[in-house]
């Protein structure tokens, strides 16, 4: 059988003692951030080869030529420290357009991309140098990255929760109140890009100097405080 209290009864116990954790819990909320520096220890490399001709067939033979002398040619160099994958390949019309006329068909542009990973930092000037030698005529982008940046990132992790804590019980002390425990924490991460500097001519090789990568995180925690 149900009991029925009376509503004054009902009222009496959500007031009393036995109730406070549901309705009188106090918390805080703090942001911690840090930064941790990383020397990378991979690059990866997109190196295009672009080719023109009146028609596509042309366009694409001429392309898979070269393409296939800079494989060659950066095989040996890439060797065991590295991969090599082809990441995107077009065809597309030129087209010329006159002042007072429909477009003409002018030609086809055949480009195909390969990007280069290698472990071995010291060999980037070589594998651009051969590439273009080769018949490479496009750079596209030169990236560095860790290749296994998880460590790094879970120390920045750390490191952002401890400042948050602390900052939370900053906040705690300053409301003359203490932290007692973690009710809840988010943390997001991101490793920044690194700026590369080139250096090289058409009578010397090219030099790369690579950056250093900032992992930065962040982790808010809400925590519960008390008198």
């Keep these: 059988m149900r ?3 009376p509503a004054g009864v009902v009222l009496a116990l959500l007031a009393s003692p036995a109730f406070p954790q549901l309705f009188l819990q106090q918390t805080v909320t703090a942001t911690g951030s840090a930064t941790v520096a990383a020397t990378p220890n991979q690059a990866m490399i997109y190196i295009g080869v672009v080719t023109q001709a009146r028609t596509a067939q042309d366009a694409t033979s001429q392309n898979a030529s070269l393409v296939q002398a800079v494989l060659a040619a950066l095989s040996p160099i890439v060797g065991t420290n590295g991969t090599i994958q082809t990441v995107s390949y077009s065809v597309s019309p030129n087209y ?3 002042q007072n006329g429909s477009p003409v068909l002018t030609g ?9 990973t290698t472990n071995d930092l010291t060999s980037i000037g070589k594998i651009i140098d051969a590439a273009t030698a080769a018949g490479a005529n496009s750079i596209q982008s030169l990236q560095f990255g860790l290749q296994n940046q998880q460590p790094v990132v879970a120390q920045a992790l750390q490191q952002a929760a401890m400042s948050a804590q602390s900052q939370a019980g900053a906040i705690a002390t300053g409301l003359g109140l203490h932290t ?3 009710i809840s924490a988010q943390e997001g991460s991101s490793v920044q890009p690194i ?3 080139v250096a090289g001519t058409a009578n010397t090789s090219t ?3 690579p950056g250093t990568l900032q992992i930065q995180a962040s982790v808010t925690v809400v925590m519960e405080v008390s008198q």
Excluded: D
């Excluded at 086809?108 to 280069?116: I, L, R, S």
């Design 108 to 116: 086809f542009t055949v480009t195909n991309t390969v990007m280069v």
């Design 195 to 197: 700026v590369t500097q």
């Design 180 to 182: 007692t425990r973690v």
């Design 3 to 5: 009991a029925h209290f």
């Design 207 to 209: 030099t790369i100097q």
């Design 96 to 98: 010329n357009y006159p």
